[in-house]
C-alpha cells in the first residue's frame, strides 16, 4: 500500500471515537449561524484534546487516554442512504487529486526506473470518509450515541425551559419506538446542557445569572457558559483570523467535492446518483415541529425524493442541476468560516471540549464501564454450561427474527438490547473506544465465544474484527496479531451475512496492519480479494493499493504491480472517475512502454487516448494516439483502423480549437527522409515516332556509383579542354539529381522558370490503407534582389503566394496498407533567391471500408468520388535530412559529427540556355563495323542562346559529324545506289586491280597533334543555337568491333552567350544502348616481296595477305557479304594492285565462308607530315572515296584510339648508346606503317525485304611477317604460374634484337630458271647459274657473310631436297651500303635430275661499325625449287 500521512497505532482510534449527539434551539443554532457553522461544525476542529487524560478502569488501576477526540453531531433521525453515501465517496475520491507540483518518488527495481507517487491522498479521504460515513448498527456500539449536549442560548426568554422542552426532545427520540435511529449506546444517556452566550450581542450579567441557575439544577458536572460571538461579523476584517473550519467542511460538503475544471463531463458522471447538492447536517431541510426545530428530521445523506434517478444526462434536470451547483460553487467562493470569533473564542471553545470530556464523559463512561463490569462479574459464578442452557430455555421470546431495522442479508440470531452477550459486547467497546484494549480484547475474545455459540454469525464476525484490532494495538505487543480472525470475520460478513460495508472495513483495517508489519503480499491478498461487481470505486481504490503493495516489497514486482494498476485504473473509468483512470495507467505504461509488449502497449495508449480526451487533455490524447500509430503495430486490420479514426477524430478536435494555429505534425504516413531526391529541370519528353530525347538524367534512373564517376571524367574533360587544359578550382561537377549518394554538401543551383521536383519516400505501416489529399510541398523563400537588400518573405503555405514560387497538389495519393510509394512534388520558381523546401503538407484520412484499393492517386477528377474519405485532417511532416558523418579530423574521428545536407536549400539562379537534344532514325541494333547515318537535331527551349556546343564520349571512334570541311562531307545519302552512307564515284570495269589514290589530312578530321578525340565540337551553323531554333545535323555511326551489347555515353556541354557568374555551363547526357552482332574478322600479314624488278624504281615493295572471314551466325538474317573494296592508307606505303590468282572477280562470302586476298604494296616518298595517302582497291562498280567522310573519320577514330592504348616498347638501358642506336636501326627495318581498310556491303532479308547493309572494318599493320587483327585478340591467360621465391638478377632487358628483326636487315633473292634441261648421257655434271641478290634494308652500312657450305646432314633433309653441290667460293664477305642491293653470281652443280632446293645459302649479318658481332642465320623462308631434266 501507498504511504499515508497516519501511522495505523493513530489511524484506529481516530477512526472509533466516543460519539456525542447535539441538540440545540433555534436561537442557539441562529448564534453559530453568524458563522455560517452549524454548532457541531462549530466544535469540529477542537474536538480533539490537547493533553492526556486519565481514568480508572474496574480494577482502580490507573489507565491514561492519549489524544482522545471525540465526534459531536446533530441528532439526524433517518438512516443515511447506501446511494448517498456512495456518491459522497465518489465525490470525495474525484475531488482528491495528486498535487500538480508533487514530486514523484523514483524507484529501481531491476532496469525498470518508474516515477510514482508514493501518497495516495483520494485514498485516505476515501477511507476516511468512509468510516465515519458507516450507519450506526445493532451489533456493534461504537458508533452510537453516548451523550447529548442540549444547546440554548442566553438571549432566549426562558433558557432553563427550553434546556426542559430540549430533554424530553431527547428523550422521545431515544425511548419512543417511532424512531429507530440514531442508536444509543445505554438508556441513560448522559445530557449535558451548554448555554451559548453572544459577547457582542447579549447581555453578559444576565447569561452568568441563568448559568447559576443551571449549576443549581443541573451539577457543575453536568452543564457549561459558552461564550462565542466576541467582535461583530461586519467589523472591518483587519486581522486576519485562522479558518480551522474550512478543511472539516470540504471533506463532509458535497458541493464543495466536485472539480470544476472538468466541465459539466463528470457532474453527473454516475446518472444514478443524486445530482442534487446534499448537505451534511442537513440545515437546509429547516421544518418546525411542536415549535421546536426539527433539523434533524431528514439525514444529509437521504437522496432528495423530487431527483428521478433514472433521468438520462440529457434531461432537464441535469441541466438544472447542473446551473444550480455553478451558483452554489459561486456563492460558497466568499464565503468566511467563524467570521465573528476571535482567537479567545477559540481557547473558550477548546476549553469547553475539554471540560465536557474531564467532567461530564469519561466519568459517565467510567461509571458505565464499572456496572456492565458488576453485571458481567455476578453472571461469571454460574458455570458457562448451565448458563447458556438456561438461557436457550428462557429465550422463548428470543426467536431468531428478521427485523425491518436490522441489516439486510444479516445471517444468525438477533438479541434483544439487554442481552447479556450484548453487554459484554457493549463493555468491550467502551473499553476500546478509551483505548483500553487489553480490557477491550478479553471482553471480545469472551463475546465472541458466546456468538459463536450462538451461531450468531454476524455478532461473532464484529467480535472477531475488533478483538483482532485491540489485540494489536495492545500496549508492549503481548500477542501476535491475529490475522485469522480478521479473515474469518471478512469470509463471515461477505459470504454469509452479504454485508460489503462491513467487509470492506476489515479490509481497510487488516490491510492497514499488516502493511505496519511490512506483510506486503498479504495485504495485497486481501484487497484484491474484496474486489467484486458491485462497487467499481472501491475495487478500483483497493486494486491501486495492492499495486502499491506489489511494488514497495523488498523485491519489488514490477510487473504486478503495473498489471494491477491496468486493473485500477479500468475500475476507475467504469466508476466515472476518469482523472484517476489516466492516471493509472500513465503510471503502468512506465513499466510496458518499450518492452516490446506491443499489444499491451496498444491497449494502455488507446486507453490514455481516450480518457485524456474526455478529460479534453488533448495534447495527451494526441500522443497517446500517435503511439499507437507509429509503433509497428501487431494489431489486426479492423483493430489499426479504428485506432486511425479515434486518433483522426480527437485530432480534428484539436485543430478546431486552435483553427489559425500551426499546422500540427502527422505521424503517418513514414517518411523516410534520406531517401528524398531532388531532380532539377523538365520531365524527359518521351519518344515520338523516329525522334528519341535524350536519356538525360531523371528520376526513374538507378544510381550507379560507376557511371557517375564516368560522367564526371567527361564533363571534367570537357571542362578541361574550354579552359585550355586546366580545370578552374570553382568547378564542381554538374548535379541534376541530388540523393543520399550525392554531393550535398553545397547549396544546389536551380534555374527560375525552370520545375525543381522533390521525390518523397513515403512508407504505410498499417495494415490499412492511408489517403492523403491536397498534398504539397511546404517552404520558405527568401528573394535576393542584385541591388545587394535582402528583404525577407517567409511564406509557409503555397496557395498564398503562386507569382514566387509556383507549386503542384496533388489531389488524391493512395498509399496501401503496408505500402512504400513515392510522392513526386514540383515547385516552380519564377523568381532568383534562396528556397528552402521544409517538408510536406496534407491531409491525412482513412477510405471508409478500409480496403485495399489498386490504383494511384493523383488522377484528375478524383474528388468526384474515386475514393470515399471517411474523415480527414490537416496537418505537416517536416524534411529533416542528416548529413553524412563527417571523418577527416582527428576531432571528427573520436565525436561523433555530421556535415550539413543542403539538397532541399537551392539558389534559384538567373536563366540559362536549354538544350534538347533528339536522335532521328537512330539504330538500336548494328553489324560489327557496320556504318549506319542518322540525324541529331538539337532544340535550344529557352529564352536565352547558347554556344560552345560540344559533345564528349569515351567512345569517338562510334559516332561521327563529318569532315571540318564541306568537300569532304557527303550531302545526303540519296548519291548513289542503294542509298550508302559513304561518298561514291561509278568507275569503269578496267580498273578493277589498280589501285585509285586520295589524300587527306587528318587535320581536317579533328585528330590533329595534341587534340583530345574525346571532345568533338558540334558543327552549329554560326555556332549560335538562338532561342527555340533547332538545328538538326548528319551523324554517323560505325557498329563497335566486338559483338554484345554496348552502352556508349554522349556529354553534350554548352555555354550561355552570357555569362552567368552562378553557372558557367550546362551539360545534357545521352547514353545510346546498341547490340552489335558478329560480321568479319579481317587479318592481314605484310611480307617482302622477293621481286626486285620494280616500274617505279628502287625496291620497297611488299606483298599484303589479308584473309576475310565471314564469323556471322545469321542471327541478324545476314545472307552474305560482298568485299566491295580494300583501301590502303599511310604516309608511306600505298596498294599497287590486286594479285589474285583467281579469275572469280566476284568477293562474296556466304555464312563460315573464308576469302584470301592479295595485294602488293609500295613505298612512296611522303608529302607531308599529316597527311595520308588513301589508295582503293575497288572490287564492285563504284568506288567508295576513303579519304572522304564517314570512312576517313572513322579510319582516324580507330587510328587515334589505336594509338592510345599502351606500346609495349622494351626499354633499354645499356652502357653504349650506340647499342641502342643499333637496336633501333634495325628494329626500323622490320617497321611498316600500312593501314587497311575492308569495306564492305552485307545482304540482309528483313521482313520479306531485301535491305543492303555496309560497314568498314580496320587493321593497323606495324610489324612485317606479324599478323595483325581487325579486333584486339583476347589472350587466354596462362593456367599456371611458377611462382619466384628470388628476384633475377638482371633486371634489364636483353638489348639483342630478335631473330624476326634480324631477317629483316638484309633482303635475299635467288633469281634461276624454273626448269633446267640438261643431258646428263653427254655431260655427267649440271652446271646451272643462280643469281644471288642481297638487299640492305636498313639506313646503315652491313657487313653480310655469305655461307654456302650444306650444314644440313639429317637423312630427311637430304631424302627431301636431294643433293646439289654449289661451285667455286663457298664463303663471301661483302660491305653492303645504306639500301644498297648486290648480285653474287653463283653456280650450282648437279648429278642427276629431280626437284632441287636452292635456297641453302646462309646469311649472317652485323652493322659494320658495331664492335660486337650479332650473327644470325639469315634463312630464306621461302624455297627455291628448281627442276632438273634430262634430255
Known sequence: MAQCVQSVQELIPDSFVPCVAALCSDEAERLTRLNHLSFAELLKPFSRLTSEVHMRDPNNQLHIIKNLKIAVSNIITQPPQPGAIRKLLNDVVSGSQPAEGLVANVITAGDYDLNISATTPWFESYRETFLQSMPASDHEFLNHYLACMLVASSSEAEPVEQFSKLSQEQHRIQHNNDYSYPKWFIPNTLKYYVLLHDVSAGDEQRAESIYEEMKQKYGTQGCYLLKINSRTSNRASDEQIPDPWSQYLQKNSIQNQESYEDGPCTVTSNKNYDSNLLSLDGLDNEVKVDGLPNNFRAHPLQLDPSSDTSNSIDGPEHVKSTSSLHETKKANIGIIHGACLTLTDHDRIRQFIQEFTFRGLLPHIEKTIRQLNDQLISRKGLSRSLFSATKKWFSGSKVPEKSINELKNTSGLLYPPEAPELQIRKMADLCFLVQHYDLAYSCYHTAKKDFLNDQAMLYAAGALEMAAVSA????????PYPAHYMDTAIQTYRDICKNMVLAERCVLLSAEILKSQSKYSEAAALLIRLTSEDSDLRSALLLEQAAHCFINMKSPMVRKYA????????????????????????????????????????????????????????????????????????????????????????????????????????????????????????????ADGEKQAATHISLDQEYDFESSQQWEELEEEVVALVNKGVIPSSFHPTQYCLNSYSDNSRFPLAVVEEPITVEVAFRNPLK?????????????????????????EVKELVTSEPEMIGSEVISEFLINSEESKVARLKLFPHHIGELHILGVVYNLGTIQGSVTVDGIGGLPGCHTGKYSLSMSVRGRQDLEIQGPRLNNTKEEKTSIKYGPDRRLDPIITEEMPLLEVFF???????????????????????????????????????????????????????????????????????????????????????????????????????????PGASVQL??????????????????????????QPKIRHRILRHTAVICTSRSLNVRATVCRSNSLEDEEGRGGNMLLFVDVENINTSEAGVKEFHIVQ???????????????????????????????????????ASQSSEKYTFADIIFGNEQIISSASPCADFFYRSLSSELKKPQAQSSVHTEKQSMEDAVKLIQKCSEVDLNIVVLWKAYVVEDSKQLILEGQHHVILRTIGKEAFSYPQKQEPPEMELLKFFRPENTTVSSRPSVEQYSNLIKTSL???????????????????????????????????????????????????????????????????????????????????GVYNLGTPRVFAKLSDQVTVFETSQQNSMPALIIINNV
Open 472 to 479: 494489536f494495538l495492545q500496549p508492549g505487543a503481548p500477542r
Open 563 to 686: 498489471f494491477h494498476m491496468i486493473l485500477a485504473g479500468h475500475r476507475f473509468s467504469k466508476a466515472g472517475q476518469k482523472k484517476h483512470a489516466l492516471r493509472c495507467y500513465c503510471q503502468a505504461m512506465q513499466v510496458y512502454k518499450g518492452k516490446g509488449w506491443s499489444l499491451a502497449e496498444d491497449h494502455i495508449n488507446f486507453t490514455i487516448g481516450r480518457q485524456s480526451y474526455t478529460l479534453r487533455q488533448l495534447d495527451n490524447a494526441v500522443s497517446a494516439f500517435r503511439h499507437i500509430l507509429i509503433n509497428e503495430s501487431k494489431q489486426s486490420a479492423a483493430q489499426q483502423g479504428s485506432f486511425l479514426r479515434e486518433y483522426l477524430y480527437v485530432y480534428k478536435n484539436v485543430s478546431q480549437l486552435s483553427p489559425d494555429g500551426p499546422l500540427p505534425q502527422l505521424p503517418l504516413p513514414y517518411i523516410n527522409s534520406s531517401a528524398t531526391r531532388v531532380f532539377f529541370g523538365h520531365d524527359r519528353r518521351p
Open 768 to 792: 490499412v490503407p492511408l489517403l492523403l489529399t491536397d498534398l504539397s510541398l511546404l517552404w520558405k523563400f527568401q528573394p535576393k534582389d542584385f541591388s545587394g537588400e535582402d528583404n525577407e
Open 920 to 1026: 532521328i532514325h537512330f539504330p538500336t541494333g548494328l553489324l560489327c563495323g557496320e556504318t549506319r547515318k542518322a540525324y541529331v537535331e538539337f532544340v535550344n527551349v529557352s529564352k536565352c542562346p547558347l554556344t560552345g556546343l560540344k559533345v564528349v564520349s569515351k567512345r569517338p571512334e562510334f559516332f561521327t559529324f563529318g569532315g571540318n570541311t564541306a568537300v569532304l562531307t557527303p550531302l545526303s545519302p540519296s548519291a548513289s545506289e542503294n542509298c550508302s552512307a559513304y561518298k561514291t564515284v561509278v568507275t569503269d570495269s578496267t580498273s578493277m586491280c589498280t589501285a585509285l589514290t586520295s589524300s587527306a589530312s587528318s587535320v581536317d578530321f579533328g585528330i590533329g597533334i595534341g587534340s583530345q578525340p574525346e571532345v568533338i565540337p558540334v558543327p552549329l551553323p554560326d555556332t549560335v543555337l538562338l
Open 1034 to 1059: 548528319p551523324m554517323w555511326l560505325r557498329g563497335p568491333d566486338e559483338e554484345g551489347v554496348h552502352e556508349i555515353n554522349f556529354l553534350f556541354y554548352y555555354e550561355s552567350v552570357k555569362k
Open 1126 to 1164: 580494300v583501301s590502303s592508307s599511310s604516309k608511306h606505303w600505298k596498294l599497287q594492285k590486286s594479285v589474285n590468282l583467281s579469275e572469280n572477280k566476284d568477293a562474296k562470302l556466304a555464312s563460315r565462308e573464308k576469302g584470301k586476298f592479295c595485294f602488293k604494296a609500295i613505298q612512296f
Open 1311 to 1393: 633469281h634461276y630458271p624454273e626448269s633446267f634441261n640438261h643431258p646428263f648421257h653427254q655431260k655427267s655434271l649440271c652446271l646451272v647459274p643462280v643469281t644471288l641478290l642481297l638487299s640492305n634494308c636498313s639506313k646503315a652500312d652491313v657487313d653480310v657473310i655469305v655461307d654456302l657450305r650444306h650444314k644440313t646432314t639429317s637423312p630427311e633433309a637430304l631424302e627431301i631436297h636431294g643433293s646439289f653441290t654449289w661451285l667455286g667460293q663457298t664463303q663471301y664477305k661483302l660491305q653492303l651500303k645504306s639500301e644498297e642491293i648486290h648480285t653474287l653470281q653463283l653456280k650450282a652443280c648437279f648429278v642427276h635430275t
